[in-house]
């Protein structure tokens, strides 16, 4: 019997408007999960890993983190890398939205373990469109089952 929990989207955007975007947007497409924002590196991680550092805290949790790769405080390569090589949070999908078409950063979030990778475009319908798409893609998805 499948007892899914509902999966918590964490989203790390420190852009506002584009934070206020994505949230719109995966709303439009019929998502009601969960949104959690943090507009920084520091809060993100405190979040996913815990105030211990361990990640225990999300042991269990079903999450999917949406990752900008410009941060303040730190890179989005650095969270990406954390939440990759903890084993409470390994297993939970990331997907890195970011202005950053370098081939190279692209192949640097594959090979780290980033789900997906979405350049945001700077018209607003082609990012629109890539969230919706996105959103449908929350909707059908499930999170494998934390250990």
């Known amino acids: 019997m499948n007892n899914a929990r509902p999966v918590t989207i964490i ?17 439009r497409a019929g998502v009601a999960n969960e949104i959690v924002p943090f507009g920084n590196g520091t809060d993100a991680l405190a979040y996913l890993m815990g105030p211990d550092g361990s990640g225990l805290v999300n042991k269990g949790r079903q999450l999917l983190v949406l990752l900008d790769l410009n941060l303040p405080d730190m890179t989005g390569i650095d969270i990406l890398e954390k939440v990759k090589s903890n084993e409470h949070t390994r297993r939970s999908p990331v997907v890195v939205l970011t202005t950053t078409d370098d081939q190279g950063e692209i192949q640097r979030c ?25 959103g449908l893609f929350f909707s059908v998805m499930q999170v494998p089952e934390a250990e």
């Open 110 to 134: 594959y090979d780290l373990g980033a789900n997906v990778y979405i350049t945001k475009p700077v018209d607003y319908e082609g990012f629109a469109n890539a969230i919706k798409q996105l």
């Open 11 to 27: 989203m790390v955007e420190d852009d506002e408007g584009h934070a206020r975007l994505i949230e719109k947007n995966i709303r």
